[in-house]
C-alpha cells in the first residue's frame, strides 16, 4: 500500500498493478484511488473498464494497444476476470513488453502465485495483497472513523461491534 501511495502522490505510476486477497474494501479503496491518479475518471476515451471471467485477452490486448486520445496514458482496469487462476496463454507474455503509455490494473479476489501471469506481473510492476485486518487495526481504523464525524466509542463497545461485524472492513 506503501508504494501506491507513494505512486499517486509522485504521479510515477507502474505499468501494472495487481491487487488481490481477502479484503475487498481496501482493494477497491485503492483501485479507485490508484485508477483516479493515473487517468482522471471523465476522460472516458483512455479508459478501459473490464470486469468478470467473460473477458477475452485478445480484447485486452487490442484496447492496450490503442494510442490514448489527448492524454499521455491509457488506463485498463480490471476486476474479478479469473486471469491469474486460470491459465491465461497471451498476456502472461504481453505484460512483459507494454507500452510507455499503459496503465493495467488488476483487482482480483484470488490468484495462483504460482502462475504466468502472477510472476509476470510481478516482474514488470506491482502485486499487493490485501488480507483480512487484525483486531487492533480494525479497532483503530474504526475509531478514526468514528472520531471524524464526531463519535467515540469505549474499548468494550469496539470489541462487540467487532465481534458482531466480523474480520472484513466493507462490513
Avoid at 504521479?11 to 490508484?34: D, H, I, M
Avoid at 479508459?47 to 467473460?54: C, E, L
Avoid at 494510442?67 to 496463454?89: C, H, Q, V, Y
Wanted: aromatic share 10%; hydrophobic share 40%.
Amino acid at each position: 500500500m506503501k508504494t501506491i501511495n507513494e505512486d499517486i502522490k509522485n504521479g510515477t505510476f507502474k505499468q501494472v498493478y495487481l491487487l488481490y486477497g481477502a479484503e475487498s474494501y481496501l482493494r477497491n479503496f485503492y483501485r479507485k484511488r490508484l485508477c483516479d491518479a493515473a487517468v482522471p475518471p471523465e476522460d472516458t476515451m483512455n479508459r478501459g473498464v473490464f470486469s468478470g471471467d467473460a473477458v477475452k485477452e485478445s480484447e485486452i490486448i487490442d484496447l492496450a494497444e490503442t494510442m490514448p486520445f489527448f492524454s499521455e496514458r491509457r488506463l485498463i482496469s480490471l476486476t474479478d476476470t479469473g486471469l491469474f487462476k486460470n491459465a491465461a496463454e497471451l498476456l502472461p507474455d504481453y505484460i512483459r513488453k507494454l507500452p510507455d503509455y499503459l496503465i493495467l490494473v488488476f483487482n482480483e479476489s484470488e490468484v495462483d502465485k504460482r502462475s504466468r501471469m502472477f510472476k509476470a506481473v510481478r516482474e514488470a510492476g506491482y502485486a499487493a495483497e490485501f488480507a483480512d485486518q487484525d483486531e487492533k487495526t480494525l479497532s483503530e481504523w474504526t475509531a478514526r472513523l468514528l472520531s471524524k464525524a464526531g463519535l467515540k466509542i469505549s474499548q468494550s463497545d469496539m470489541h462487540l461491534f467487532l465481534s458482531r461485524t466480523g474480520p472484513r472492513m466493507g462490513n
